[in-house]
C-alpha cells in the first residue's frame, strides 16, 4: 500500500463532523439555558444551564400522550410488518403461476410514493371509517416492499434440504415459515423492526392528514403544534426537539448495524 | 408446482398485496379518474373533461412556481452526491475510528425531519441565527440576511438543510459500493503505472456508477417527496418561494378541499417522477446504471 | 447476532444491548416517578427577613402561577414568629413569590420554578423586605 499522510483526511473528517454535530451541540445548549433566543451574540458555552425548559415542555404540551400514540402506531406498524412481509417474502421464494405478475406489481409499487396517493388515502381510510384512528394511521405502514424483497433475500438463502426436510416430515406451510425460516433468519427480522419502527415513528404528513382530534396525534405532529402555538420565543421548544430527537438517537446508537444493513440492501422509501 | 399448494402461498400473498393495492394502486387510479371530474365530498361527481388540467396549465402561477421550485430543488441533489462521494473516498481511507466518523455524519439521516426543520429554521433565522453569525463574524456581509424570509434565499436555505440530513445516507451507499471494488484492480494498474488519479477515474468512477444511480434515484426521489421539511421550515413562503409540488398538492387537498384539482395536479407530479426516472435511466446507459462487462 | 448456541438461551436475551440499555432507561423512569410521588406535596416554605437579616412576623406572602403568558395570583399565607411561611401550590410549575409588611416593606418578586407540579421547594434565599419609601419598586 503506497504510504500517504493521514493527517489530512483527519483534518477533513473533523471539519465536517463539527459541521454536522454542531446543530445538535445548538440546540442542546439553548434548550438549557434559553439564551440566543432573542439575545446576540450567541455564546458558545451555555451561561447558566438549567433543566426547567424540558419542565416546561412536559407540561405545555401533552408530551406524554403524543408519545404513547406513537409508540402504540409504530408497534402495530411493526408488528404486522413482520408478520406480513415475512409471508410475503416466503411465498415469493416458492415458484407459482401468476409469480412475474405479482414481482412486477411490487417491483413497480416501489416507485409510486406515499405523496402520490395522500388524495384518495384518505378518502379510502375515511370510507373503512379509520380516519382519526390507531388502526386508520398504521395501516398505510403495514407493509413496505424493501422489507418484502429482505426477507425474501434471507429465506432464498435458507438451504432447500432444510425445506424438504421439514415437508417431508409434514410440516404446514404455515409452520415452515415460523419453525424454520424465521430462526434463520434473525438479521433480517431486525433489519425490518428497526426500518418499519424508524419510517413509521417519523412519519409526519400521514398523521397530519389522518387524525382530526389533538389527542390522537403522534409525536410528530406535536412538535409542529408546538412551533405553530410559541413560535420560537421560548427555550420549551428546543427542549421538546430535544426530548423527541433522543428516543432516534438511541434506537440509531443501539441498532446501527441492522439500520445501516437494512438501507443498503437495496433502494430506500428516503 | 402442485396446485394443492398454491392457495396456501396466494394466501400468505393477499395481506400484503391487499395494502398495495388499496394504498398504491387504487389511489393512482382513483387519482386519474378524480382529475377529469368535478367533485366534493358533498355533491355527485361530474364530468369535465379535460378543464381540470386546463386550468392548471394556463391559469395556475402557482402550480409553474411549484414546478420550478421542484426541479430546482431536484437538480440541486447531484450536488450533493459529489460531495457525499468526496466523504466516502475519505472514510473508506486506511485510518483509525472510520466507524465513528461514519456514524457521526450518518447520525443525521433516521432523525425526525420535523425536528431537523425546527433547529434549521432557527440556525437560519434573521437576527439570532448561527449562520447570521457566522457570516458576520467572518465580515461576509454587514446585514443580516433574512434566509427564510427572502425570496431568493429560502429555497436554497431548504435544500442545504436537506443536504445536511441526506449527505450521510449518500456517503453510506458510496462507501458500500467503494467497499465492492476488489483492491487487485488497484494493485494491478498501480503496477503497470498508472497515477492515482487514472485509477480513480478509469477504475473508481466506472465501477461506483450502479451506487452513483442509485444515489441520484434516491436523492431525486427525496426532493420530490420532501414535504416535512418544506412545511416545517418555511410553510412553502415566503409567498411561494419554496412552494413545492407536493405542499401545493396537499394545500389544495386539505385546507382548500379541491379534492378535484388537487388529484389532477397529483397526477401531473407522478406522471413527472416517472418521466424523470426513466430519463435518468436511459442517460445513464439502460439498466440502472449497471456495470457493464466486457 | 451472535449466534453461539454455548449460552443459554435466558443469557442471550437478556444480556444484549437492547434489554441493558432500555432496562436502565425504565428503571430510571421508575425510580422518578417514585421521588416525584413522595416529595408532592405542593409545599412552598421560606423565610422573610428585613434588611438587617432579622426575621420579620406577620408579613403577607403572594404566590403566583404562570398562566399561559402572565403570572396570575393564587394563593396567600403569612409568616410566623420566626419568618417562616408555608403555601401549598400544586397547580403550576413555574412560580414567583414576595412578601410585603406595612412598615416594614416588600420584597421583589422572586421566580421559583420546579421540576415538577406540587413539588416540595423551600427558598435558599429569604425574602427580603426592603422599604419602599424611597419611591422607586
Redesign the interface.
Same mark, same amino acid.
Given at each position: 500500500?503506497?504510504r500517504y499522510p493521514?493527517w489530512p483526511?483527519?483534518m477533513?473528517?473533523l471539519t465536517?463532523?463539527v459541521l454536522?454535530?454542531?446543530?445538535f451541540y445548538?440546540?442542546v445548549k439553548?434548550s438549557v439555558s434559553g439564551e440566543?433566543?432573542?439575545?446576540?451574540? *450567541?455564546s458558545i458555552i451555555p451561561k447558566s444551564p438549567?433543566?426547567?425548559y424540558y419542565?416546561?415542555a412536559w407540561?405545555y404540551i401533552p408530551f406524554a400522550r403524543y408519545f404513547v400514540n406513537s409508540i402504540v402506531v409504530s408497534s402495530i406498524a411493526v408488528v404486522a410488518n413482520v408478520i406480513?412481509?415475512a409471508?410475503?417474502g416466503?411465498?415469493?421464494t416458492?415458484?407459482?403461476?401468476g409469480k412475474p405478475f405479482?414481482l412486477f406489481?411490487?417491483l413497480s409499487?416501489m416507485?409510486?410514493?406515499?405523496?402520490?396517493?395522500?388524495?384518495?388515502?384518505?378518502?379510502?381510510t375515511g370510507r373503512l371509517g379509520l380516519l382519526d384512528s390507531f388502526w386508520g394511521l398504521a395501516? *398505510?405502514q403495514?407493509?413496505t416492499?424493501v422489507c418484502?424483497f429482505v426477507f425474501k433475500g434471507s429465506f432464498d438463502a435458507v438451504p432447500r434440504s432444510l425445506v424438504d426436510a421439514a415437508r417431508i416430515d409434514g410440516l404446514?406451510?404455515?409452520r415452515i415459515?415460523w419453525k424454520v425460516m424465521m430462526p434463520l433468519a434473525?438479521?433480517a427480522i431486525?433489519t425490518n423492526v428497526i426500518l418499519a419502527f424508524?419510517w413509521s415513528?417519523?412519519n409526519?404528513?400521514w398523521p397530519l392528514?389522518v387524525t382530526r382530534s389533538a389527542d390522537m396525534q403522534t +409525536? *410528530?405532529l406535536g412538535?409542529?403544534r408546538f412551533?405553530s402555538y410559541q413560535e420560537?420565543t421560548t427555550g420549551a +421548544?428546543?427542549a421538546f426537539?430535544v426530548m423527541?430527537?433522543a428516543p432516534?438517537?438511541?434506537?440509531?446508537?443501539?441498532?446501527?448495524r441492522e439500520?445501516?444493513q437494512g438501507?443498503?440492501s437495496g433502494?430506500?422509501k428516503? | 408446482?402442485r396446485i394443492r399448494?398454491?392457495l396456501?402461498?396466494?394466501c400468505?400473498?393477499a395481506?400484503?398485496?391487499v395494502?398495495?393495492l388499496?394504498?398504491?394502486?387504487?389511489?393512482?387510479a382513483?387519482?386519474l379518474v378524480?382529475s377529469f371530474q368535478d367533485w366534493s365530498p358533498l355533491k355527485a361527481a361530474r364530468w369535465v373533461g379535460l378543464s381540470q388540467y386546463e386550468e392548471m396549465l394556463f391559469d395556475d402561477e402557482v402550480f409553474w412556481q411549484a414546478l420550478w421550485n421542484t426541479v430546482f430543488f431536484i437538480a440541486s441533489a447531484p450536488i450533493a452526491v459529489l460531495l457525499a462521494l468526496g466523504?466516502a473516498l475519505?472514510?473508506n481511507?486506511?485510518?483509525r475510528g472510520r466507524n465513528i466518523?461514519r !456514524?457521526?455524519?450518518?447520525?443525521?439521516y433516521?432523525?425526525?425531519?420535523?425536528?431537523?426543520a425546527?433547529?434549521?429554521?432557527?440556525?437560519f433565522?434573521e437576527?439570532?441565527g448561527?449562520i447570521n453569525?457566522v457570516a458576520r463574524?467572518l465580515d461576509l456581509v454587514t446585514q443580516p440576511i433574512p434566509f427564510l424570509n427572502s425570496f431568493q434565499w429560502a429555497l436554497p436555505s431548504v435544500i442545504a438543510a436537506n443536504t445536511?440530513q441526506m449527505?450521510?445516507?449518500y456517503m453510506?451507499?458510496l462507501l !458500500?459500493g467503494l467497499q465492492n471494488i476488489p483492491e487487485n484492480l488497484y494493485e494491478a494498474a498501480?503496477i503497470d503505472g498508472a497515477s492515482a488519479r487514472r485509477r480513480f477515474w478509469r477504475i473508481t468512477v466506472p465501477l461506483l456508477k450502479p451506487s452513483l444511480f442509485?444515489c441520484f434515484?434516491?436523492g431525486m426521489?427525496?426532493s420530490?417527496?420532501s414535504?416535512?421539511l418544506v412545511?416545517?421550515m418555511t410553510g412553502g413562503g415566503p409567498g411561494r418561494a419554496t412552494e413545492l409540488l407536493?405542499t401545493y398538492?396537499?394545500k389544495l387537498?386539505?385546507v382548500q378541499t379541491r379534492?378535484d384539482y388537487?388529484?389532477a395536479v !397529483?397526477v401531473f407530479?407522478?406522471a413527472l417522477?416517472?418521466a424523470i !426516472?426513466w430519463s435518468a435511466n436511459r442517460l445513464s446507459g439502460g439498466n440502472a446504471g449497471a456495470v457493464e462487462r466486457d | 447476532?451472535r449466534?453461539d448456541f454455548d449460552r443459554p438461551l435466558w443469557r442471550r436475551l437478556v444480556v444484549n444491548?437492547?434489554v441493558v440499555?432500555l432496562g436502565a432507561i425504565a428503571l430510571a423512569i421508575v425510580g422518578w416517578n417514585a421521588y416525584v410521588a413522595s416529595y408532592s406535596g405542593g409545599r412552598v416554605t421560606g423565610r422573610v427577613t428585613d434588611t438587617a437579616g432579622e426575621p420579620v412576623a406577620g408579613a403577607s406572602v403572594t404566590l403566583w402561577v404562570l398562566n399561559f403568558t402572565t403570572y396570575v395570583e393564587k394563593a396567600r399565607g403569612v409568616t410566623d414568629a420566626d419568618g417562616r411561611f408555608l403555601i401549598i401550590n400544586r397547580d403550576s410549575?413555574?412560580l414567583q413569590l414576595a412578601a410585603e409588611k406595612a412598615g416594614v416593606g416588600r420584597s421583589r418578586r422572586v421566580p421559583v420554578?420546579?421540576?415538577?407540579?406540587a413539588q416540595d421547594v423551600e427558598l435558599r434565599e429569604p425574602l427580603v423586605l426592603v422599604p419602599t419609601s424611597q419611591g422607586g419598586s
Open positions: 500500500m503506497r493521514r483526511i483527519h477533513a473528517l465536517v463532523s454536522m454535530l454542531l446543530p445548538w440546540v439553548t440566543n433566543i432573542f439575545a446576540y451574540p *450567541p438549567h433543566l426547567f419542565v416546561d407540561y406480513l412481509n409471508m410475503a416466503y411465498a415469493l416458492r415458484d407459482f403461476v405479482v406489481l411490487f409499487c416507485m409510486i410514493p406515499f405523496q402520490a396517493t395522500i388524495i384518495p388515502a384518505y378518502l379510502i395501516l *398505510p403495514c407493509s416492499i418484502i404446514s406451510e404455515w415459515i434473525k438479521s431486525a424508524v415513528w417519523n409526519f404528513m392528514i +409525536l *410528530p412538535l409542529a412551533l420560537d +421548544l428546543y426537539c423527541v430527537l432516534g438517537v438511541l434506537l440509531f446508537l443501539l441498532a446501527q439500520f445501516i438501507l443498503t433502494a430506500t428516503g | 408446482m399448494s398454491a396456501p402461498i396466494w400468505f400473498l395481506p400484503s398485496l395494502i398495495f388499496l394504498y398504491r394502486v387504487l389511489p393512482l382513483w387519482n378524480l466523504l475519505l472514510v481511507a486506511d485510518i466518523y !456514524t457521526i455524519i450518518f447520525i443525521s433516521p432523525l425526525m425531519t420535523v425536528a431537523v425546527i433547529i434549521w429554521r432557527w440556525m433565522e437576527r439570532v448561527l453569525y463574524s445536511w449527505l450521510g445516507f453510506i451507499i !458500500t498501480a442509485l434515484v434516491v426521489l427525496n420530490f417527496t414535504f416535512d412545511y416545517v407536493v398538492i396537499y387537498g386539505f379534492f388537487a388529484a !397529483t407530479y407522478f417522477l416517472v !426516472t | 447476532m449466534d444491548r437492547f440499555v410549575h413555574n420554578r420546579l421540576y415538577f407540579r
